[in-house]
Structure formats: C-alpha cells, structure tokens
C-alpha cells in the first residue's frame, strides 16, 4: 500500500505573518474563508490565532458587522534610527509598491509617518517632506491632505463624495462611493470603492480623484467583497470583473533563460518549448496586459500561442507598427 503523500505545512513564523496580514487587510472573511486563503486547517487556524495572542496581536470576530477586529496590537519602539536610514525608509516605498506588495506598502507609509512624527524638531519638518512631497506627492502625484481623508473614511467606514477625472467616461464627474481599500500597484496608488449610484465596485486611481467631501451615512462592507479574491489573477494593475483567461507564449532559447530566473505570477507554469526554449501558462483576469508589459518588450523572443484573440490583436499591433516606422 503506498504511503499517503505528508501535507506540507509552511513553517509557524512565516503563517502567522501570513494570518495577521489576512486579518489587517481583508477582515471580512469568514474562518472557513480564511483557512482557505491560508492553506491550514480549522485546527492549524485557531491554534496559530493562539499563537499570535500569544505575542500580543489578538483579534476576534464582529458578528454585527460580519468582519474581524483587531483588539490588541504591539508596539515595538524602534531605537537609534537616523533621519537619514527614515528618508531611506520613505524613498524606498516607491520600490515596495512596484514589487506588488500592494497593502504592504501602504502600511509601510503609515509606519513611517508614525517615526517621523516622533523625531524631534527640525529634522521632523524633513522626514514629513519625504514623505509627503517625495514619495505621495512627488513619486505617485497624490495629494497627501486628500489622502489623509480618504484614509479617515476607510478608517471609519464614512461614505464620502468625491469629484473624480474618470479616463473611461473622458470626463470630471462627482461620485458617491464606499472606500473598502487603499493600496499601491504598478507604481500608483490605489482604492477599491463601492459606487453607491451605479451598485459596483470599482478600482479608483487616487492621483484622479480631485475633491474629497466627507459624509454623515456609515457603510458596511458588501459580503462578496475579498481584496485577496479579487486582486490574485491581476497580472499587473487591472482587476477583470469575468472570469480569469489562460495565456499561453512561446519564448525563444535566447529568452527563456531571461524568463526561468524571474517570478512572473502565482499562476505561471514553465513546460518546455523547441530548441531550448519554453512556453509560460498565465491564467490572469486581464490578458492584455501580459501581451503589453511581457510579450512586447521581447519582442521577436516571444509569441503568443493562446487566446487567439490576443494573438490577434498583438499581429494587428505589430502590422500598425510596421506601417507606422515603413513611412518615416
């Protein structure tokens, strides 16, 4: 009789990071929802909700609000930081956030605020200006006082009105909407909002949204809402709403070492290809952008086998390409 395969199991530190990051930033998740994402087990889940009791975060679930809370968090105070290892610190979210460490890095923003506020004068007027001016204001073109009253409707789960340059309407328009989160991606900064006038939830670029106005009426978050669901197949910034597609491309022996070395996506699959190359399954929400941020910058390295739409559409680009540099 063959012997049953051991479950792996990641190790204990690395799933509590894991659960406390779930609970921060996607607390309307059931426990069976939760072990899902994790991978654990009921039995695993409560005995590492134990274990991070046990180090001081503690949290439990809201049954009137349908989401978890966190009740306790530690404070660690951080000792003999210099302004300039904070600058670091704050020029370095504009790293993090391209990473794709999208809530990570906004907490990041947060985490830094907080040092700064707690340097003493005059170095303390710096470190804000890293912050605000350098790394919102500068690097990801955001207003750092709007930001702050987005973060506060978050926060609060306050309704707000805001005026928004909206690119797919080609036009300002007000809106009325919920904030469930704020997070970085591709190098901007970004919110997940419920539209109350249009009954969707949306993806907002916060460097668009150009008036804020806060409102009496509280929300709750929609059940169906899950940041984690509803980011994992985006394969670079956007969020398709139907189903996630399978893209398959055929890379050249010259770039399939390029493409071996590299992390591309939670979905990627690496099978071999003629003459020492390979072909990379994707499955993402959005396949458009694998062929401009992947297959294009390879150029005559990469095909595209899969949908034949996209191979298609990228044979219609490379023809308007060729006509475009043939008259010139």
Request: charged residues 30%.
């Given at each position: ?255 399939a070492r390029y493409i071996r070395e590299a992390y591309w996506h ?12 390979l072909i990379l399954e994707l499955t993402v929400s959005e396949p ?41």
């Amino acid at each position: 009789m063959k012997s049953k395969a051991k479950e792996t199991i990641p190790p204990k530190p690395a799933r509590l990071i894991r659960l406390a990051a779930e609970i921060k930033t996607n607390p309307h998740q059931r426990s069976e929802e939760l072990c899902r994402a994790l991978g654990v087990r009921r039995s695993q889940f409560f005995e590492d909700c134990r274990g991070l009791a046990r180090v001081g975060f503690e949290f439990e679930y809201d049954r009137k609000e349908q989401r978890y809370k966190i009740v306790k968090d530690i404070f660690i105070p951080v000792f003999d930081l210099t302004m300039t290892e904070v600058i670091s610190l704050a020029l370095a979210v504009r790293q993090l956030s391209a990473a794709g460490d999208h809530t990570l890095a906004w907490d990041a923003v947060q985490a830094i605020r907080k040092v700064a506020t707690n340097a003493p004068e005059p170095a303390r007027e710096i470190l804000a200006h890293a912050i605000h001016d350098m790394a919102l204001r500068h690097a990801f073109r955001v207003d750092p006082d709007l930001l702050n009253r987005l973060w506060q409707a978050q926060q609060h789960r306050r309704r707000v009105r805001m005026f928004y340059d909206d690119y797919s309407e080609g036009k300002n328009r007000w809106l009325l909407a919920d904030v469930y989160m704020i997070y970085f991606k591709g190098r901007a900064l970004y919110a997940d909002a419920y539209l109350v006038e249009e009954n969707r939830i949306a993806m907002l670029r916060i460097s668009r949204i150009k008036q804020v106005e806060l409102q009496q009426a509280i929300f709750h978050v929609r059940p169906e809402y899950n940041f984690h669901e509803r980011h994992r197949h985006s394969f670079r910034v956007m969020v398709g709403e139907g189903k996630p597609q399978r893209v398959k491309i055929r890379f050249d022996v010259k770039t399939a070492r390029y493409i071996r070395e590299a992390y591309w996506h939670e979905s990627q699959r690496i099978l071999g290809g003629e003459d020492g190359g390979l072909i990379l399954e994707l499955t993402v929400s959005e396949p458009r952008e694998v062929l401009w941020y992947l297959v294009f910058p390879w150029a005559d390295g990469a095909e595209i086998l899969e949908p034949m739409w996209l191979r298609e559409e990228a044979a219609n680009m490379a023809r308007k390409l060729c006509e475009r540099y043939a008259t010139k």
